[in-house]
């Protein structure tokens, strides 16, 4: 199994600029595809971003696919969330996951295996 631990959130203004981190460790070696959930107080947990292990394919959510860019750098072990324009509904708890079995990004969180505590990011208007 894969350990992953997220950094980088905070508070920020709206209009701003984040990048959260995503440090892997573990059974790196297993990991096929990576993606970004989060999850704001009182609604279900939503699909963000998803990359394949060596980067060529990603799947980004409708509702952020102008503002984010996810990226991954094998070599380091580590995922990353680029977010631009930041808007106060972007506010949340922000989640790495991880799948040892899925083909291609998948936006169902229940076909990640492997999930981070979380970074919470706080936009503020």
């Known amino acids: 199994q894969v350990q992953l631990t997220e950094s980088g959130g905070g508070v920020v203004q709206r209009g701003g600029t984040l990048r959260l981190s995503c440090a892997t460790s573990?059974?790196?070696?297993?990991?096929?595809?990576m993606g970004w959930f989060r999850q704001a107080p009182g609604k279900a947990r939503e699909f963000v971003a998803g990359i394949w292990s060596d980067g060529t394919d990603r799947a980004l959510a409708f509702s952020v696919k102008d503002r984010v860019t996810i990226s991954r750098d094998v070599d380091k072990n580590m995922l990353y969330l680029q977010m631009i324009g930041l808007r106060t509904e972007d506010t949340a708890v922000y989640l790495c996951?991880?799948?040892?079995?899925?083909?291609?990004?998948?936006?169902?969180?229940?076909?990640?295996?492997?999930w981070g505590q979380g970074t919470r990011v706080t936009v503020s208007s």
């Open positions: 573990g059974r790196t070696d297993s990991v096929r595809v």
């Open positions: 996951a991880a799948s040892d079995w899925l083909p291609r990004p998948s936006p169902n969180a229940a076909d990640y295996n492997s």
